[in-house]
């Protein structure tokens, strides 16, 4: 496995493989990071991994100086997993200038996440972009997780006409439910105990949907206080199209409910996909 730091080095080493197949990531990884690296894994010759963390998509108060930087662990987990090329950028790498030009989303990214992380989606975005234009993959592989994340970044590549695949990969969740997060790393083992339950609140409101409840809103609402009264600040539990994450209208099928919520310092999000 080559652990590359500059662009030119990178450039040089893909030169000789352009078929390739990407993952980028902000390192700290889990579980859920190495089951994207097995989806990669057969689909091209060379398996790309970036870890970089990228401020741009950080607001003011948010984590970006505590994220976790775990670089060693990272590259064996990957060695392990078989992955061809890791590509460790600093930041002067990424951005050897300001970053003047950069990449507005859609509306999509004015809503549920995008609210309560203003900017978050333009440096996502940003920087993906960019990173494409390095490792110029013909697949890349997004967790479905940041659901949000991935709808954003499947309607750049289409409406950028870039020839690249998204590819979308399910959540994977520790047994009690919880999906894996590098921000789990931050709760305490208490607060670690208490956060299943906002997957739980996703299945009670798939369920009451299956059931064949059709007042969205009480479910959502339920969801709500079912967070609430368990210490939690929700922002949001809600039902929407999967194709746009707005809510839907009647006879809609693919749908899927999204979470967020506090517990303690730590912010966390879930989604559970629902076919009507
Ligand atoms: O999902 C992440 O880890 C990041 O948002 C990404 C896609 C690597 C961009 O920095």
Not at 17 to 24: H, R, S
Not at 110 to 117: F, P, S, T
Not at 166 to 178: F, K, N, S, W, Y
Not at 210 to 225: C, I, N, P, T, V
Request: net charge neutral; aromatic share 6%; charged share 30%.
């Amino acid at each position: 496995m080559d652990v590359i730091h500059s662009v030119p080095e990178l450039r040089e080493r893909l030169r000789r493989e352009p078929n390739n197949v990407f993952v980028p990531t902000m390192g700290n990884l889990h579980e859920g990071h190495i089951e994207l690296m097995r989806i990669a894994k057969p689909r091209a010759a060379c398996t790309v991994v970036s870890i970089f963390v990228n401020r741009l998509q950080f607001g003011p108060r948010e984590d970006y100086d505590r994220y976790p930087r775990t670089l060693q662990s990272d590259c064996d987990k990957l060695r392990d997993a078989g992955v061809d090329v890791v590509f460790v950028p600093d930041e002067k790498a990424i951005y050897p200038e300001p970053q003047t030009f950069v990449v507005e989303p859609s509306d999509l990214q004015n809503i549920l996440e995008g609210a309560h992380r203003p900017g978050h989606f333009r440096g996502v975005a940003t920087v993906v972009l960019k990173l494409f234009n390095l490792v110029m993959p013909h697949s890349a592989i997004f967790g479905k997780k940041d659901y949000q994340q991935y709808l954003v970044l499947r309607d750049m590549v289409r409406q950028f006409a870039l020839p690249i695949e998204i590819i979308p990969a399910d959540t994977v969740r520790a047994p009690d439910g919880l999906a894996l997060s590098s921000r789990n790393g931050y709760l305490s083992a208490e607060e670690r105990s208490e956060a299943p339950r906002l997957y739980r609140v996703l299945q009670e409101v798939r369920d009451g949907m299956k059931a064949g409840a059709h007042d969205y809103q009480r479910l959502e609402l339920h969801g709500m206080s079912m967070l609430a009264d368990n210490g939690w600040k929700p922002d949001y539990v809600t039902v929407r199209r999967r194709s746009d994450l707005r809510p839907p209208v009647n006879g809609e099928h693919e749908l899927v409910v999204l979470a967020a919520a506090r517990l303690g310092r730590t912010r966390l999000i879930d989604n559970i996909e629902i076919d009507r």
